[in-house]
């Protein structure tokens, strides 16, 4: 993988990971739920971009590991809908 890619897919999987921790932050202080969905839907978009770039890959070791990552993180954003959609059914 080159460098410029390896560099874009890493900012784009600290951006998720950082609204990730916002989204899990502000529902924890009890944010609204206006505030939450932007949140969300900015993750939503972030997974994308970031699904586009690792698919993009060639098929090496540093690939595999970003295609890992991203799946992770794909995953996490996951389970925070799932518990939202949970918690509004309460």
Do not use: K, W, Y
Request: charged share 30%; glycine share 4%; proline share 0%.
């Amino acid at each position: 993988m080159d460098r410029a890619r390896a560099s874009a897919i890493a900012q784009i999987e600290r951006a998720l990971r950082s609204t990730l921790d916002d989204i899990t932050s502000r529902v924890r202080n009890g944010a609204g739920r206006s505030t939450v969905s932007e949140l969300v839907r900015h993750a939503r978009e972030l997974a994308a971009l970031l699904d586009q770039a690792v698919q993009r890959l060639d098929a090496d070791a540093d690939s595999e590991s970003a295609r890992r990552v991203a799946g992770d993180l794909v995953s996490h954003l996951r389970v925070l809908e799932r518990d939202l959609a949970n918690r509004s059914l309460q």
